[in-house]
């Protein structure tokens, strides 16, 4: 399989052992994923191009890490113990060549109580920022930058700053998605206030216009491409559930 200079510098770049050549990356990923049954089956297809694994899969298959996941999902809880517990997870899959997700919706809003200190809380974006920074300082695999995935419910009470904390160019490690409920989708369609939850106890903190948030998600959107939008309710719709009964 003859390569483009470019496509061979980027094979160097990411996915090259040292002293490998394309065909011996190629080997080691089927020999690691076939195995003795099926490693030339899995050769034929990768060396002709017709189906590649993900990118952990060809940096790591056959080497001492075996970590060959692309995406992982985090907890992010609200205590600053469990919170830089995640960022230290995030630090190792970033290294290892995965990607994370996290959703910061159980961080308590910034300026809330902080039980046992003085002051308030910095609220979910700011800790965002910690592991943006951090992610910038670890690339993956020792090749790559790492990704994120950030979610917010569109109840949380510091629900703006999050929708708009990208249109400064803020947070080039992350992609950024609100998650809304049937709630949230009932009182758009109303023209209705809708309630945003303090995480910490789940008193109402406030109430905004449903459509004035639809609208800030949209002109955001507009700007620098972001947030996305996810369906938190979506379960009671999916085919598995309905299949499973």
């Known amino acids: 399989m003859e390569f ?5 510098l980027l094979l160097e770049r990411r996915y090259l052992l040292p002293g490998e050549r394309p065909h011996d990356l190629f080997s080691r990923v089927a020999d690691a994923v076939g195995g ?3 490693s030339r089956e899995f050769f034929s297809l990768v060396s ?3 189906f590649l694994p993900n990118s952990p899969t060809l940096m790591n298959a056959g080497t001492a890490s075996g970590q060959l996941s692309a995406c992982f999902v985090l907890p ?9 517990a995640s960022l230290a997870h995030m630090a190792l899959i970033h290294r290892s060549g995965g990607g994370t997700g ?8 910034r300026g809330d109580v902080v039980n046992g200190a003085v002051g308030a809380a910095s609220g979910p974006v700011s800790f965002m920022r910690v592991f943006d920074a951090a992610t910038e300082a670890v690339r993956q695999g020792g090749r790559r930058r790492g990704a994120n995935m950030g979610v917010l419910a569109a109840s949380h009470p510091d629900i703006e700053e999050f929708v ?17 409920d049937e709630r949230f989708l009932r009182c758009l369609e109303k023209g209705a206030e809708y309630d945003l939850i303090n995480p910490r106890d789940g008193s109402v903190s406030r109430s905004i216009d449903a459509r004035s948030l639809w609208r800030l998600i949209a002109a955001s959107a507009r700007i620098s491409g ?10 009671p719709w999916l085919p598995a559930r309905s299949a499973s009964g």
């Open 4 to 8: 483009s200079p470019q496509g061979r």
């Open 36 to 38: 003795p049954a099926r």
């Open 48 to 50: 002709s191009l017709l």
């Open 76 to 84: 992010v809880e609200d205590t600053l113990e469990e919170i830089f």
């Open 102 to 109: 996290f959703s910061f919706s159980r961080l308590r809003p």
């Open 164 to 180: 708009t904390c990208k249109q400064a160019g803020g947070f080039p490690n992350f992609n950024i998605s609100v998650g809304i």
């Open 226 to 235: 972001e947030p996305g939008v996810l369906f938190l309710d979506v379960e």
